[in-house]
């Protein structure tokens, strides 16, 4: 897990989706991968209320889509139920009855209400689940011994070399708040949702429509900054879970912590974000890049994800090569309205470009910081005061072997 340093935030050691009160999970094999597991839930006490966002992608997979629309009838949902391997996308009508079942199964098995299940998938695109493997995983979710943080955190996984996940501790009227989170991604990772799955769950008492409003704009500003190779999936989906259990008065948009909440909510997003954009497909370092001095947040944002999206940049920093041309080039092709002439550039500590001409530099330097697991990039604008964060990683030759045998 990467360091969390934040005044008023305490970390969980350990930390995972089940460290708030009312939740478990767990996970087991059920055979759509050869030997890892590969189908795992997540379960509280009481009905949650539930927040979602989704991809941006056209092509909806059929889970995602009984997700969307059984949160929208009450707000609330008590399961959730992923299978990793096939991500039942692009299956037609075959599939929505595979999730429907998926759904149905779930909610008799852990007596809750049909429209209290959320169904998620993630793996191959274009085949169909198979059932009768999918009810053997269904059937296991009440046996004890399958039941843990880690084995969830497990199941979920595709591509990915390392699990993802974290805890909190906050204040909110004198009460201890958990915060947990799970998420699962490493490549077809793109801004606007990618190959992404995220699980955030607390036990505070949130009214729903706040919580989706914090949501939306928290992801925005997190999960929607990240970027590993511009693909973006059709089956990733953010939900948060609030079941309540601390019984503090109901948080919302009128409540004196209300920022306190947000402010949590973006620490978890932008850990479990970050840790994605770490883990992309073959990358060796996570790059983080800082844009100051913009007109707008959007501008600060949109500069920011094109100096990340950069593939040019990306195999820059995979090779430790101090060429600052390319993050200039990114910054004029990011279609925002920027005065070239006063665009200063730093590779961390080091100053390379200011008002859009070249410093000299330390070329050996500049290799070394570049070697270094984690690089900043920074972006002044020199045009106002909105600034903006975005994370990815670099393009290594591990990425073209991993996709060119994706599904061998």
Known sequence: MLAISEKNIKVVTNGHVTSPIGFSAGGVHCGLRRSKLD?????????????????????????????????????????????????????????????????QLAATQMGVKLDHVAVTSTGVIGVTLPM????????????????????????????????KHVAIQFEIDGKTIT??????????????????????????????DSLQNALRDVTNKTFNMITVDGDTSTNDMVLVLANGCQNNDTLSEDHPQWPQFVHALRVVSENLAKQIARDGEGA???????????????????????????????????????NWGRIVCAVGYSEQPIDPDKVCVSLGHIDVVKNGLPLEFDELEGKKYLEQEQVKLIVDLQDGSAEATAWGCDLSY??????ASYRT
């Not at 092509?59 to 096939?86: C, G, R, Y």
Request: glycine share 6%; aromatic share 6%; hydrophobic share 40%.
């Open 398 to 403: 591990e990425y073209v072997k991993i996709n």
């Open 179 to 208: 915060m947990g989170g799970a998420a699962k991604g490493s490549g077809m990772i793109h801004p606007n949702m990618a190959t992404m799955l995220s699980f955030i769950t607390t036990d505070a008492q949130v009214d729903p």
């Open 284 to 322: 060796t370092k996570l790059i983080e890049v800082q844009v100051k001095g913009a007109a707008s947040e959007k501008v600060a944002s949109q500069v920011g994800k094109a100096v990340i999206s950069s593939n040019l940049v990306k195999t820059a920093v995979y090779g430790a090569d101090p």
């Open 39 to 103: 189908f795992g839930w997540i379960h509280s006490e009481v009905p949650a209320a539930t927040a979602g966002v989704y991809t941006l992608n056209t092509f909806e997979a059929p889970p995602l889509k009984v997700t969307k629309a059984s949160i929208a009838k009450e707000k609330k949902i008590q399961t959730i139920v992923v299978n990793s391997a096939i991500a039942n996308s692009c299956t037609g009508k075959q599939g929505m009855d595979d999730a429907l079942q998926m759904q």
């Open 132 to 163: 009768e493997k999918i009810r053997q995983g269904i059937s296991s979710m009440n046996e004890p011994e399958n039941y843990s943080a880690e084995k969830f955190e497990t199941a979920i996984l595709t591509t990915d070399t390392v699990t």
